[in-house]
């Protein structure tokens, strides 16, 4: 004789309906708390990169400067490259390969 009676299904049933429920009240609850932290990052973010609230064309110069004076040539390797600022993140890189001076 099966021990999973009819009562029994019909109970794990409505229990599955329940999680079910409880589930998608969950998710609606986790997707309003990201969209609460997403500008809590952000303003992080911000503090903590203030040198990514610049304009490019300034963070550029900067790069520029980091570089030796002429006539000495930049190496294309080494910590003193202009590689090694494509290296920091990904807005470093795109500045660094848009500023022509830099290679």
């Keep these: ?52 609230a610049l304009p490019n064309e300034i963070v550029g110069e900067i790069f520029v400067h980091f570089l030796p004076l002429y006539p000495d040539t930049p190496p294309l390797t080494g910590i003193y490259s202009p590689t090694t600022l494509t290296h920091i993140c990904s807005q470093w890189r795109e500045i660094a390969l848009a500023t022509p001076k830099l290679w």
């Design 1 to 52: 004789m099966n021990d999973y009676s009819k009562a029994a299904r019909a109970a794990d049933r409505v229990r599955i309906v329940e999680l079910d429920a409880e589930i998608q009240e969950l998710q609606a609850r986790i997707r309003l708390l990201q969209l609460e932290r997403y500008p809590c990052q952000q303003r992080l973010d911000a503090h903590r990169y203030p040198v990514l």
